[in-house]
C-alpha cells in the first residue's frame, strides 16, 4: 500500500457544524445578508469580486474587532464533528500534511 502524504477536506458542515465566514460575520457584529448581497453583485458582474473584497474588509475593520486574537477566540469556540476530531488524531499521528479549505481561500496545516 502506497504511503498517504497529504489529505486535503473542506472545513465548513464537513469537519466542523457551520459555514465559517457566516460564523465570523456574526461575531464581529456584520450583517450576513450585506455580505451575500455583496457577494451576488460580484457574481453578477455589478462589481469585482476584489471591490467585493475591499468592502468586507471595510466591514470586518469597521466592526473593531477583526483582529488575530478575537478572530482565534471564535474558532476556537466553533464545535469540530466528532468524526472529524477522530480522522485528524490519526493524520496528526501519522504526520500527514493536510490542507483545509475555506470558500476561495487555501491554508495548509501541519495540524
Do not use: H, P, Q, Y
Given at each position: 500500500?502506497?504511503?498517504?502524504?497529504?489529505?486535503?477536506s473542506d472545513v465548513d458542515d464537513t469537519l466542523v457544524d457551520g459555514t465559517?465566514?457566516?460564523?465570523l460575520t456574526e461575531k464581529l457584529?456584520?450583517?450576513?445578508?450585506?455580505?451575500?448581497?455583496?457577494?451576488?453583485?460580484?457574481?453578477?458582474g455589478e462589481i469585482s469580486f476584489i471591490e467585493a473584497?475591499?468592502?468586507?474588509?471595510k466591514r470586518y475593520q469597521n466592526s473593531g474587532n477583526a483582529n488575530k486574537s478575537f478572530i482565534?477566540?471564535?474558532f476556537k469556540n466553533?464545535?469540530?464533528k466528532d468524526e472529524a476530531k477522530e480522522?485528524?488524531?490519526y493524520l496528526k499521528k501519522k504526520i500527514?500534511?493536510?490542507?483545509l479549505f475555506l470558500g476561495q481561500l487555501i491554508f495548509m496545516s501541519n495540524l
Open positions: 500500500m502506497e504511503k498517504i502524504n497529504l489529505v486535503c465559517s465566514w457566516w460564523i457584529g456584520c450583517s450576513v445578508r450585506d455580505v451575500i448581497d455583496t457577494f451576488n453583485r460580484a457574481t453578477r473584497e475591499r468592502i468586507f474588509t482565534k477566540n471564535v466553533v464545535r469540530v480522522i485528524i488524531s500527514i500534511k493536510f490542507i
